[in-house]
């Protein structure tokens, strides 16, 4: 009688853990960045125009969430002494390969905007990128990045 009510508990707990769905958690990262310059001169002369100093070209404050399928991202950014908002998104994702992005952020055009900044070829973005490309826009994006193609977007801008 033991072992079947041992093998009955033990089977019960084995099928409700293998029915078991996660329940997705709602991930927050912070993010940020400062860009700052820098001098310290020594004046050797009386009318030497340099001056120390330090100057705060950049500021990036933002926060990313993950919950199960979707993601977010909001980044605000101070720059020549005004505050903007930078990107501001939802995107599903239908898969690894496959998804939707609506919201106010930069459509990318070609593999050289899909990356960041620290990651580019080259020091500036190529001419196609700048006549078809514009800054940061409100619209929509699909992208399909299946293996059997090499890159399929679908970008609506307002």
């Not at 019960?12 to 001098?39: C, T, Y």
């Not at 973005?125 to 293996?147: A, H, I, K, T, W």
């Amino acid at each position: 009688m033991k072992r079947i009510l041992l093998s009955f508990v033990t089977g019960l707990l084995v099928f409700s853990a293998m029915n078991a769905q996660e329940e997705p958690k709602l991930v927050v990262k912070p993010s940020g960045r400062i860009l700052m310059d820098a001098g310290v001169f020594s004046a050797q002369h009386s009318n030497d125009q340099l001056k120390s100093g330090v100057g705060i070209p950049d500021m990036r404050v933002g926060v990313g969430f993950t919950y199960g399928q979707w993601k977010g991202k909001i980044d605000m950014g101070y720059a020549s002494g005004k505050v903007n908002l930078k990107d501001v998104w939802m995107q599903y994702d239908f898969s690894k390969e496959q998804f939707i992005r609506g919201g106010y952020f930069i459509h990318q055009y070609g593999l050289q905007s899909c990356t960041s900044s620290s990651f580019k070829e080259s020091m500036e973005e190529p001419s196609c990128n700048q006549v078809f490309n514009n800054n940061r826009m409100v619209g929509l994006m699909y992208e399909d990045n299946e293996v059997s193609m090499l890159e399929t977007r679908l970008q609506v801008k307002f």
